[in-house]
């Protein structure tokens, strides 16, 4: 039998935090995305469960977490997987990261590196500034009210059905429609819309994102770091799976069929995946001289060079 993950709470801070935690084993924190919640992760905890100790929060303003008006900013939500991993008396964690959870894992990584093993980067924000015109709307004045109104009770069971007979059609464009009908729902919470604006405001306007790590991905080289995307990607370019890369992020895979949930894509080949990754590179190990030196020198050598020719990322 499959190890379970039944959702648990902590109060950190005075807000109540809820999570999933399952399994014995390297500890793996999974982030999720924009407006999801732990459960984007339900079909790949209890496999992962069998050979790590699985911790998947609902980010504050997500899911069952409180939705304060405080600190949505990747720094905050950085800050807050410290605190949760600390409560739980856990050390060190490989973390994953989907969607803008993969702006918090790397935010984390870069904030707590004495505290990061591996880092598994899941169709990523913070890679390049291209991101769905859907999201860039949230960022406009009058958002709030667009989306009180788009959710109203009326009419949310009509927009709802068709967003998941439209992903039930098999186009690529719209293979992940059922996944935003869950956003839609979620959306119709006051405060989780006014956490997704507040959040949204914090790295993106109406031009994209404007908060990325691509000026400090050279510190990649200090840490394992693994990049997975589903090339049919309507959020994020899969184009920007090529940017990790050139960036010298060591290990890049694309799936083939697959859109902005390849982990839910293909459930399977995502914990084989993260599994022989996890096997393959040993933990990173925090040295403060070697930090130290890094950042003095920053990409400077890789400016001041000849850049290589990018690696290719991996088809699946």
């Given at each position: 039998?499959?190890?379970?993950?039944?959702?648990?709470?902590?109060?950190?801070?005075?807000?109540r935090r809820?999570y999933?935690t399952?399994?014995?084993?390297?500890?793996?924190?999974?982030?999720?995305?924009?407006?999801?919640?732990?459960?984007?992760?339900?079909?790949?905890?209890?496999?992962?469960?069998?050979?790590?100790t699985v911790?998947?929060?609902?980010?504050?303003?997500?899911?069952?977490?409180?939705?304060?008006?405080?600190?949505?900013?990747l720094?905050?939500?950085?800050?807050?997987?410290?605190?949760?991993?600390?409560?739980?008396?856990?050390?060190?964690?490989?973390?994953?990261?989907?969607?803008?959870?993969?702006?918090?894992?790397?935010?984390?990584?870069?904030?707590?590196?004495?505290?990061?093993?591996?880092?598994?980067?899941?169709?990523?924000g913070?890679?390049?500034?291209?991101?769905?015109?859907?999201?860039?709307?949230?960022?406009?004045?009058?958002?709030?009210?667009?989306?009180?109104?788009?959710?109203?009770?009326?009419?949310?069971?009509?927009?709802?059905?068709?967003?998941?007979?439209?992903?039930?059609?098999?186009?690529?464009?719209?293979?992940d429609?059922?996944?935003?009908?869950?956003?839609?729902d979620?959306?119709?919470?006051?405060?989780?819309?006014?956490?997704?604006?507040?959040?949204?405001?914090?790295?993106?306007?109406?031009?994209?994102?404007?908060?990325?790590?691509?000026?400090?991905t050279?510190?990649?080289?200090?840490?394992?770091?693994?990049?997975?995307?589903?090339?049919?990607?309507?959020?994020?370019?899969?184009?920007?799976?090529?940017?990790?890369?050139?960036?010298?992020l060591?290990?890049?895979?694309?799936?083939?069929?697959?859109?902005?949930?390849?982990?839910?894509?293909?459930?399977?080949?995502?914990?084989?995946?993260?599994?022989?990754?996890?096997?393959?590179?040993?933990?990173?190990?925090?040295?403060?001289?070697?930090w130290?030196?890094?950042l003095?020198?920053?990409?400077?050598?890789?400016?001041?060079?000849?850049?290589p020719?990018?690696?290719?990322?991996?088809v699946?």
């Amino acid at each position: 039998m499959m190890p379970t993950a039944e959702l648990q709470y902590v109060v950190v801070h005075g807000y109540r935090r809820a999570y999933r935690t399952a399994g014995t084993g390297p500890a793996l924190l999974l982030v999720h995305g924009l407006a999801c919640d732990s459960s984007t992760w339900d079909e790949v905890i209890a496999p992962l469960a069998e050979h790590f100790t699985v911790i998947a929060p609902d980010l504050l303003g997500h899911g069952e977490s409180d939705k304060p008006d405080a600190d949505y900013s990747l720094g905050g939500y950085a800050n807050a997987m410290r605190d949760l991993l600390t409560i739980l008396g856990v050390d060190k964690v490989t973390v994953i990261g989907h969607s803008f959870g993969g702006g918090v894992a790397m935010q984390f990584a870069y904030q707590f590196p004495e505290r990061t093993e591996r880092v598994v980067l899941v169709s990523t924000g913070g890679l390049g500034r291209e991101v769905t015109p859907m999201i860039r709307m949230l960022t406009l004045p009058g958002s709030g009210t667009m989306l009180a109104v788009a959710t109203a009770k009326p009419w949310r069971p009509f927009v709802r059905t068709g967003l998941r007979a439209l992903a039930g059609t098999g186009w690529s464009v719209t293979r992940d429609l059922g996944e935003v009908a869950r956003i839609y729902d979620a959306m119709a919470e006051p405060g989780a819309r006014n956490a997704i604006r507040r959040l949204t405001g914090n790295v993106l306007d109406w031009r994209g994102q404007f908060v990325t790590m691509t000026d400090r991905t050279y510190l990649a080289q200090l840490m394992p770091v693994l990049v997975v995307w589903g090339r049919q990607d309507q959020v994020i370019p899969v184009a920007h799976a090529a940017h990790a890369a050139s960036h010298s992020l060591s290990d890049v895979r694309v799936f083939d069929d697959s859109g902005h949930f390849p982990h839910k894509d293909h459930p399977a080949e995502f914990v084989a995946m993260v599994t022989a990754f996890v096997q393959d590179n040993p933990p990173a190990i925090y040295h403060r001289g070697k930090w130290r030196a890094m950042l003095r020198r920053g990409d400077q050598a890789v400016l001041t060079t000849v850049p290589p020719a990018p690696s290719s990322p991996a088809v699946l």
